[in-house]
């Protein structure tokens, strides 16, 4: 049997799923602003408890490697490694923008997956159904406000997520748009969502060793760009 343990951390979400070679099993989240060091032990302790089972049933883990949160997702990318130390368990990098928009139950048309980047600029990418799957049509990327309004198309399902940035407003022109699903009303279970990816990526060659997770944060810090300015 294959546990697969699903971590989100991407987000203000915490989210964390537990999959079973054909089926899921349970999702935890927690919305809780800068809590997700205090919370994610806790809450992976609480998914394999309820489950009847220990760290060392785990095989598999998927994580959300952004982009998002450079704090979050660092903080479940360490988590991942410490958990995996002495193990083997096989690790399977995902879009943070994947595992939002596999969340999604609404899979009528293609969906669109959006993160506020900051800097009227915006992670997106476009997936669209595949019988149990969604099949991205698109890679990641960091675009403009504008060119993200160009890059969607009338039939489009969009779901957006701030990133906890309280100011945003690079979406308001999404507001009197049907099929659009912020996060932030329609809350969703990333941790599971990443657990499910997992199970349908068992067998492929898409596992990695858990010390070769990294961070994809697309962007660059604030300092980075401010060293290219003088540069």
Do not use: P, Q, V
């Given at each position: 049997m294959n546990y697969i343990i699903g971590i989100d951390t991407s987000s203000i979400e915490l989210g964390i799923g537990l999959?079973?070679?054909n089926d899921m099993i349970l999702g935890v989240s927690r919305y809780m602003r800068?809590?997700?060091a205090e919370h994610i032990t806790r809450s992976i302790d609480f998914c394999l408890t309820s489950c009847a089972i220990t760290?060392?049933?785990i095989s598999h883990a998927a994580i959300a490697v952004g982009p998002g949160s450079?704090?979050?997702?660092?903080i479940g990318i360490s988590f991942l490694k410490g958990f995996c130390f002495g193990k083997n368990i096989k690790a399977l990098p995902v879009s943070s923008l994947q595992s939002m928009a596999f969340a999604l139950n609404d899979r009528s048309s293609p969906i669109v997956a959006a993160f506020d980047a900051r800097n009227n600029e915006v992670?997106?990418?476009r997936f669209k159904p595949v019988g149990n799957a969604l099949v991205r049509t698109s890679d990641d990327a960091l675009a403009s406000v504008d060119k993200f309004k160009e890059a969607i198309d009338n039939n489009d399902i969009v779901v957006i997520d701030s990133l906890g940035y309280a100011k945003s407003s690079v979406f308001d022109f999404l507001k009197d748009r049907k099929n659009v699903f912020d996060i932030k009303q329609y809350p969703v279970q990333r941790g599971l969502a990443c657990a499910r990816i997992g199970m349908l990526a068992l067998g492929s060659?898409?596992?990695?060793?858990?010390s070769g997770i990294s961070p994809r944060y697309l962007n660059k810090?604030?300092?980075?760009k401010k060293l290219d300015a003088k540069s």
């Open positions: 999959a079973g070679d800068n809590s997700h760290a060392d049933d450079f704090t979050g997702l660092r992670f997106w990418a060659d898409k596992w990695i060793s858990c810090t604030t300092m980075e």
